[in-house]
């Protein structure tokens, strides 16, 4: 099946600092990666839709400015989180979609990372 | 309103008994069902996909009520391991996805 890969999977960072997550697809294209972030005990929240060669599109109440998206390629997209604050401590995941499968619509996931700002 | 709605459970369910749950959906003209599970600090994976006309894989039972506009995911004879978050995951078009909350079954000895 699909391969999604996300590194980092552990990150423990300063307040202040800036932490780049990267999402690869290893055996397809995917034009679209979405990132989500997920509190403890809470649901997958969609933060972004990362499109290849254009700028990514934000859900309401997101910031673009702090959250960074790179979709450099078919197969690589990255997360940066800019100047990182104890509340942006989560779990972050993202997800990719098989441009020759889309018609499935089913979604690949990577491990996810989990960041912790001290 | 939410485009997916779930009930978040939990369900709490022994070993052996039969759990069901629905997931309704706001728009009409949504084209692709799926449900995912997740467990517990872990990406979420598909479980399996929703056709219109219903369908099984071993103990799980997934329905489309376009109608009503819901699905359903039926789980029989549960097993422990069956102690997850069940995601119900619509799609409308290639690009746009939502995502239910998550209904939590927790199968107890």
């Known amino acids: 099946g699909a391969v999604v890969s996300q590194h980092p999977s552990w990150v423990i960072c300063k307040s202040g600092t800036s932490v780049k997550i990267e999402c690869r697809s290893l055996?397809?294209?995917?034009?679209?990666m979405f990132w989500y972030r997920q509190f403890p005990k809470q649901s997958l929240m969609l933060m972004a839709t990362?499109?290849?060669?254009?700028?990514?599109?934000?859900e309401q109440g997101v910031e673009k400015d702090k959250f960074l998206i790179n979709h450099a390629s078919l197969t690589l997209s990255t997360l940066t989180v800019t100047s990182a604050h104890p509340e942006d401590s989560s779990f972050y995941i993202c997800?990719?979609?098989?441009?020759?499968?889309?018609?499935?619509?089913?979604?690949?996931f990577g491990e996810g990372s989990r960041l912790t700002v001290l | 309103r939410k485009e997916v709605e779930q009930d978040p459970g939990p369900f709490n369910v022994p070993e052996g008994a039969t759990v069901a749950f629905n997931c309704t959906y706001s728009?009409?003209?949504?084209?692709?069902f799926f449900w995912y599970r997740q467990d517990c600090r872990k990406e979420p994976k598909l479980l399996m996909s929703?056709?219109?006309s219903g369908n099984e894989d071993g103990r799980f039972t997934a329905q489309l009520n376009r109608a009503s506009q819901y699905i359903s995911l039926l789980i029989r004879d549960s097993k422990l391991s069956d102690s997850a978050t069940y995601l119900c995951?619509?799609?409308?078009?290639?690009?746009?996805?939502?995502f239910g909350a998550g209904t939590t079954v927790t199968v107890r000895a």
């Open positions: 055996d397809f294209q995917a034009t679209t």
């Open positions: 995951v619509v799609t409308l078009g290639d690009y746009k996805l939502s």
């Open positions: 990362s499109n290849e060669g254009s700028k990514a599109t934000y």
């Open positions: 728009n009409s003209a949504s084209q692709s």
């Open positions: 929703v056709y219109s």
């Open positions: 997800s990719a979609r098989d441009v020759k499968r889309l018609g499935t619509g089913e979604l690949f």
